[in-house]
């Protein structure tokens, strides 16, 4: 089983910037991805960017591409979301979330995704 705590949301003023990380408890596997996405109350959850477990492959959200960088660090079990340019509209409760069944391609879908940390809320002020 996979843990994850997230962390690093708050308020900001909008144009600013913010890192939030996602610190894994258990073994990830190569053939995992590691994901972030995003809520709002009555919303529903929004895919926001992800990241291949072992490589280099990425895939971003067209709101946010350009503007947010997903990263990893293997060794610390550690996935990051570094969020620049930030505007009110990306105001939510970021979640990161760990996908194990899919081998082929990049999921998306967040009901894809198997495990969830507990959410952290960014705010960004206009």
């Known amino acids: 089983q996979v843990q994850l705590v997230d962390s690093g949301g708050g308020l900001v003023q909008a144009g600013g910037s913010l890192r939030l990380s996602c610190a894994a408890s258990g073994q990830l596997f190569s053939t995992y991805t590691m994901g972030w996405f995003r809520q709002d109350p009555g919303k529903g959850r929004e895919f926001v960017a992800a990241i291949k477990w072992s490589g280099t492959s990425t895939i971003y959200a067209p709101s946010v591409k350009g503007r947010f960088t997903i990263s990893k660090d293997n060794a610390q079990n550690t996935v990051y979301l570094q969020m620049n340019s930030l505007k009110p509209e990306d105001t939510a409760v970021y979640y990161c979330?760990?996908?194990?069944?899919?081998?082929?391609?990049?999921?998306?879908?967040?009901?894809?995704?198997?495990?969830w940390g507990q959410g952290t809320q960014v705010t960004v002020s206009s």
């Open positions: 979330a760990t996908e194990t069944g899919i081998l082929i391609g990049v999921p998306t879908v967040s009901y894809e995704y198997d495990f």
